[in-house]
């Protein structure tokens, strides 16, 4: 099994930065890519970011693109999420995910709180 392990998270007002980093353990050698879904308030959880594990695709939501950067360090099995010109629409609930076929996240982390004020 893979265990996923978040921290970074937090208060920040608008228009400042955070970065979420995630470790992943255990079958670490079955990853295919790792990424980040949010929740915000009543809402369903929704794709972030994601990257393939030799870091050479990445895939955005549309609204984060230009402000956030997604990477990954093999030799750490670890994804980071920089995140820039924070909005407060970017409050919510983030997860770390990881797949074992393809994009397909059947690994979720215990999530991590980001609230930005106004």
């Known amino acids: 099994q893979v265990q996923l392990v978040e921290s970074g998270g937090g208060l920040v007002q608008a228009g400042g930065s955070l970065r979420l980093s995630c470790a992943a353990s255990g079958g670490t050698f079955s990853i295919s890519a790792m990424g980040w879904f949010r929740r915000a308030p009543g809402k369903e959880p929704m794709f972030v970011a994601d990257?393939?594990?030799?870091?050479?695709?990445?895939a955005y939501l549309d609204s984060v693109k230009g402000r956030f950067t997604i990477s990954i360090d093999n030799a750490k099995n670890t994804v980071y999420l920089q995140m820039n010109s924070l909005k407060p629409e970017d409050t919510a609930v983030y997860y770390c995910v990881a797949a074992s076929t393809g994009r397909k996240y059947n690994y979720w982390g215990q999530g991590t709180q980001v609230t930005v004020s106004s």
């Open positions: 990257v393939t594990w030799s870091g050479r695709s990445t």
